[in-house]
């Protein structure tokens, strides 16, 4: 039994170790990405006043022209091309410290793709309500409410003629039939809501001024 309890023992080991090099070769197949210009860097802090987060927390790009990225605060830019995450964070932590900014920040630093970046920079027009498909169209600076509305498959039978168009804090109210309406120019973060049809909400034969 005891000769059994020990070669139980010795397999857990190995596979323990088999575990270890798994993850040693992993970490070596995948280095630490570098930040280039133009990339996106997402930076977060903790350990700070709170009324400071909302300022310093958040998405920065490097700067096409030098490499750099300013932040908040700081007296001068940061060079951030050619760095990691990591190395990044130990920067950032060592310049609030040494301008007596922060005392002892921790920073968290993720360094994003070229892919990425297009993402962040790519707007969007969201339409919903009662049309074909709800969908987030790519705003495109001729896209007019009309258009919109025809590239999610026009609305439904349910849908009213009444559209509203929410752009910031404001909602205005269009006439899917009326020319002039349709041809009103979005803007991106738009947001198109097609509301129901009234029991008693008709259709006009033609489009009207």
């Not at 910031?168 to 979005?186: E, H, M, P």
Request: net charge positive; charged share 25%.
């Amino acid at each position: 039994m005891k000769n059994n309890n020990l070669l139980k023992a010795l397999w857990a080991l190995v596979a323990a170790l088999l575990v270890l090099v798994s993850f040693a070769e992993t970490a070596q197949a995948a280095p630490a990405q570098s930040a280039r210009r133009g990339a996106r860097i997402i930076i977060t802090f903790r350990n700070i006043p709170a009324e400071d987060k909302p300022n310093v927390d958040g998405d920065y790009i490097v700067s096409q022209d030098d490499g750099s990225i300013s932040i908040p605060y700081l007296s001068s830019r940061i060079r951030a091309e050619g760095k990691t995450g990591r190395q990044l964070e130990e920067i950032i932590r060592a310049r609030f410290i040494e301008e007596q900014i922060y005392s002892q920040p921790i920073v968290s630093v993720q360094v994003g793709s070229i892919d990425e970046i297009n993402a962040l920079n790519q707007r969007y027009v969201q339409v919903t309500g009662y049309v074909a498909q709800k969908r987030n169209l790519p705003y495109r600076p001729d896209l007019t409410l009309i258009a919109a509305i025809v590239d999610c498959g026009d609305i439904t039978d349910h849908g009213s003629r009444e559209i509203q168009v929410t752009r910031g804090n404001q909602t205005q109210t269009y006439d899917y039939f009326s020319a002039k309406d349709r041809a009103i120019k979005l803007r991106p973060n738009d947001v198109i809501f097609v509301k129901l049809r009234g029991p008693f909400e008709g259709r006009p034969s033609k489009i009207g001024p």
